[in-house]
């Protein structure tokens, strides 16, 4: 297997699993929201202020390719990563994709002290949450994989993938 691509909306725990899984396979952890911090040398946040999310994205898409092109990696992508088709072409054809669903009631609680994501600063934090899942709507179904982190432990979710075909 090339790589394992992690995708689900905010909140719904795909950094945390993201590492829990590379520390039990060995492979690299890439995330690519941290990848585009480093390239930029600047915050997610400071990217969408002063360039807007149409340039971020492309940001995005730039990284997801590149990333790609490697192999033995865990990669974490950013919650809107399934906007694109590309950027889940380049996940299809180079690894196994895992899609982490949570309750919208969960994804509340786990975000609602964060700051560092734009999108949910742009209003009241459940109806931006509701809007944004209801506009991205079947585009986390696209995996090999999907596991519902709701009530489920990190050690729970990361057996689950390492039982998985
Ligand atoms: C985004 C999710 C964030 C980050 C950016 C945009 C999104 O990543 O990429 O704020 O569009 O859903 P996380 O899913 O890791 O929070």
Redesign the pocket.
Known sequence: MANIFFI?????G??TVGRALTERIGWKFI???QEIVRREKRS?PEI?ASQGEAY?REL?SQVIADVARNDNQVV??????V?RRENLCHMRKNGFIISLHATPEAIIER?RNQS????LQQGELTEQVHR?LRERAGLYDQADLIIDTTTLTVREIVEQILRAP
């Open positions: 689900g909306f905010m909140g719904t795909k950094s995330d690519t929201d997610i969408f971020y995005e974490t992508t950013g919650g809107g990563a906007l975000v560092d994501r734009p999108l944004l």
